[in-house]
Every structure is written in C-alpha cells, then in structure tokens.
C-alpha cells in the first residue's frame, strides 16, 4: 500500500464553521505533512509532524489547527476560515524528515472552498 | 532566502523531447527532486538528483549542476498524459522546512 488517502475529497464550509481535513497512510512512514495549493502555485508547506510530534509550523494563522492521533494519521481542524483560505489542502508523508527530498507520497487532497 | 526558478509554460509536440530548466538561488541543499502534478491530481515524485550528473529514470531523465545552479528535467518521446505541472523542489541544509518547491512548469503536449 503506497497510498496516502485524503477525506473528504471536495468540501464547502461558511466562515462560522468548524471541521477537520482527514490523512491517513499505511507505509510506516514517520513523518506527515500538510501543504496549502493555490490554483496555477506551488504546494506551500503548512506544518510537520515527525514521530507523531509536531516539529514545524510555517507561521500557520491558529484557526488551522493539526492534529497527530497516532502514526498512521493526520488531522487539520479548520475553524473560522476566510474565503481567501479557498484552496487544495494536500497531506504527503515520507519515511521520515530527511527523505522527503527524495521521495514524499502526496494525497489527492481535500478541495475546500469557504464562503 | 533561497528560490527555484522555471519557466511558467512549455508546450511541445507529441513524440518529441522537451527539456524543463529549474534555475536556483539557495545557500546550500541536499538534493533536487522533480515532481509531476496533473490536474486536479496530487503531485507524485518523479527523479531526484543527489549528486551532479545525469539521472534516468524511463522517459524522464535529471541533471543537476551545483556549480551552475542549475537543474532541468528532459521528457522524451513525449506522450499526451505528459500534459501536466512539473515542479523542482530541493531540501535546504539550513532551516527545518523539508521540501520547497518551485513555481512550476505548465507543460502541454500538443498533436
């Protein structure tokens, strides 16, 4: 299984909502991702877990918040966006930090527009 | 600061080669990666070039030049479901963060 699997797929939220983006992958990897995607740009890095612990965080604004549940799961909990956090939400893992430079798995991410 | 520069689109004619150039300004990474995105898809890796020279990998060959700041991807005998976004990304020495990417390359592969 070399798949990191993204839920939902499409999701529309209004700006007083709260909900969470879903990760998961199977391939032991220790180290998860999310990035942030604008259409026509490159994937922007949002935050890192390493080892199930987060170890960066790109000056992310607090109303995304990611969760680690355990090695095989991502979370990011969305609360009071903007419409200009419109965007593909992809998660990637890797084996761990250092092999994200030669291979990282990307999800199909989640494509969420806020209105 | 550090940035990877590509051309923003390329188009190209099926069955011919096309060579994609990723030229950077960085203090100092691991290595330079390629990855292919279509749209609607999810990026997926492609090559990665530890050391200068040539990588090949099918189709789809990597070169890198640490003394030119310079890399590019070469596509051969290309192919319609080429179509799609190529993105450079390298791993910086310093900092934390593990993979930055390129602006991308939109290519388009035309009959």
């Known amino acids: 299984d070399t798949e990191v699997t993204q839920t939902p797929k499409h999701l529309v939220m209004g700006m007083t909502n709260k909900k969470s983006l879903k990760c998961e992958q199977h391939?032991?990897?220790?180290?998860m991702y999310w990035y942030k995607q604008k259409a026509k740009k490159p994937p922007e890095l949002m935050f890192v877990?390493?080892?199930?612990?987060?170890?960066i965080n790109e000056s992310v604004p607090s109303r995304f918040s990611p969760e680690c549940p355990n090695s095989s799961l991502l979370n990011l909990h969305l609360h009071a966006l903007q419409p200009e956090d419109s965007a593909l939400y992809l998660c990637?893992?890797?084996?761990?930090?250092?092999?994200?430079?030669?291979?990282?798995?990307f999800g199909q991410g989640t494509r969420l527009t806020v209105v | 600061g550090q940035s990877l520069e590509q051309p923003s689109e390329v188009t190209a004619v099926e069955g011919a080669i096309v060579q994609i150039n990723c030229t950077y300004q960085t203090s100092g990474f691991y290595g330079l990666s390629w990855y292919q995105q279509h749209d609607g898809g999810a990026p997926t890796f492609l090559s990665y070039?530890?050391?200068?020279g040539l990588e090949e990998t099918g189709r789809f060959s990597s070169f890198l030049s640490r003394s030119d700041s310079y890399g590019y991807l070469l596509l051969q005998e290309l192919q319609m479901k080429d179509s799609a976004s190529y993105f450079c990304a390298v791993r910086l020495l310093s900092g934390n963060t593990p993979l930055v990417f390129g602006k991308g390359t939109r290519l388009s592969v035309i009959a």
């Open positions: 070039n530890a050391l200068d």
């Open positions: 877990y390493s080892y199930e612990k987060l170890s």
């Open positions: 990637a893992s890797s084996q761990d930090i250092a092999d994200a430079v030669t291979e990282a798995f």
């Open positions: 391939m032991g990897h220790r180290a």
